[in-house]
């Protein structure tokens, strides 16, 4: 699986932006699509996920609310619509499979499978 992001930029606080995930490839074997995000130096921290059958979803808490994801299956593509944009929102974005259930709700990084490159969304204040 081929995962391509892109979508991210330069935004003011209060702005959005809606990033975009590519899938190509083998792409029956995914069973959800995650978007995490890096601030260099710490940690990568889970936003959003959904499943690419049911269209369950699950949000990181400070995200819910502010950020959408959603998938369209004729494109092969997930979507993180993401509003209300604050200075700490500004972070490397990366979309990645997750190809067994097993991993589901758990948000950790370690259950997916196959990472984008990520892109870059800077908010200013």
């Known amino acids: 699986v081929q995962l391509v992001e892109c979508g991210g930029g330069l935004v003011q606080a209060g702005g959005s932006l809606r990033l975009s995930c590519a899938a190509s490839?083998?792409?029956?074997?995914?069973?959800?699509v995650g978007w995490f995000r890096q601030v260099p130096g710490k940690e990568r921290v889970f936003v959003a996920a959904?499943?690419?059958?049911?269209?369950?979803?699950d949000y990181a808490t400070s995200m819910k609310g502010r950020f959408t994801i959603s998938r369209d299956n004729a494109k092969n593509t997930v979507y993180l619509q993401m509003n209300s944009l604050e200075p700490e929102d500004t972070a490397v974005y990366y979309c990645?499979?997750?190809?067994?259930?097993?991993?589901?709700?758990?948000?950790?990084?370690?259950?997916?499978?196959?990472w984008g490159q990520g892109t870059l969304v800077t908010v200013s204040s």
């Open positions: 959904i499943t690419w059958s049911g269209g369950s979803t």
């Open positions: 990645a499979v997750m190809t067994s259930s097993l991993g589901w709700g758990t948000r950790g990084g370690r259950f997916y499978d196959y």
């Open positions: 490839g083998s792409t029956g074997s995914r069973y959800a």
